[in-house]
């Protein structure tokens, strides 16, 4: 085999481990917003196995890259990434949203790995600015990435970092936008529509590119290249499907917070055995 077959392989048993994770803790009496974790979890993937420059012994390593997850409603997927990547014990997944646990809706720097709390959508791509920003004058090489959610780029604030990164030539800041299609009440292009996204990212200075958010050993290789232009912050726009692996919710705005019911835990469950490549 080829090192590129093995490192699709090893990506795509990652991806599998983080869905499952996700589904144990969307069966908690908390539920949890399973919908945009699982279409991002092919980005997660390939950023903690193959791209972030990160160290589980030394979470707080200056010259570690930085991640934010702005769409922090997605929380339930980046502790999956996290615990699968040894920043804290796989079993600690289990007290999710319980009382006392520090795995909460929404990340917070008490878990390991977690740069900043985020969640109040549209200020993950100014505080990654700031991280890059902050890297360049302390002379070090790290890169900040910002997974953003695609009705997430419905807030202003998102546009006013995008001009500030583009005309300060932060081109060690890689956004990625989980443009899944779907926001809580419906339809991101019936709400207000975006497209031509690309476009528009490129007329805010930025160098794009728009690929299948499924491919996790794909998506690895766009971001490992960053940056694809001298003097220009990446946007990388994933397009991907809500609740993406679960034939009951794929594709559907209820995907996105869900309590899992006993029978709909075992359904799903058993939708990912027939994906995991190490079923």
Not at 60 to 89: C, I, M, Q, W
Request: proline share 6%; glycine share 12%.
């Amino acid at each position: 085999m080829t090192t590129r077959v093995l490192e699709r392989d090893a990506l795509a048993t990652a991806t599998a481990r983080i869905r499952s994770h996700v589904v144990d803790m969307c069966a908690s009496p908390e539920g949890g917003h399973l919908g945009g974790a699982f279409s991002c979890a092919e980005v997660l993937a390939a950023l903690y196995f193959s791209v972030l420059n990160v160290d589980p012994q030394r979470p707080d390593d200056p010259d570690r890259d930085r991640f934010l997850l702005s769409k922090g409603h997605a929380a339930v997927g980046l502790y999956a990434a996290l615990a699968e990547r040894g920043f804290f014990p796989v079993e600690e997944l289990a007290g999710y949203g319980r009382p006392g646990s520090r795995l909460m809706a929404h990340p917070v720097r008490a878990v390991p790995g977690v740069e900043l709390p985020t969640g109040s959508l549209g200020h993950g791509l100014a505080l990654a600015c700031g991280f890059a920003l902050g890297a360049r004058y302390a002379g070090r090489a790290a890169r900040s990435f910002v997974l953003l959610g695609d009705g997430e780029l419905q807030e202003g604030s998102v546009w006013e970092a995008a001009i500030a990164a583009a005309s300060l030539g932060l081109d060690r800041l890689v956004a990625v936008v989980d443009r899944n299609g779907l926001q809580l009440t419906g339809a991101t292009e019936q709400i207000a529509p975006m497209e031509p996204l690309a476009d528009r990212w490129r007329s805010f200075g930025w160098a794009v590119r728009d690929v299948d958010g499924h491919d996790a050993a794909g998506l690895a290789e766009h971001l490992d290249a960053a940056p694809w232009e001298p003097g220009k912050p990446s946007v990388l726009i994933a397009r991907t499907v809500k609740g993406n692996g679960l034939p009951f919710l794929a594709g559907r705005k209820a995907s996105h917070y869900v309590k899992l019911s006993q029978r709909n835990h075992a359904r799903a469950m058993g939708a990912l055995r027939t994906k995991d490549p190490d079923a």
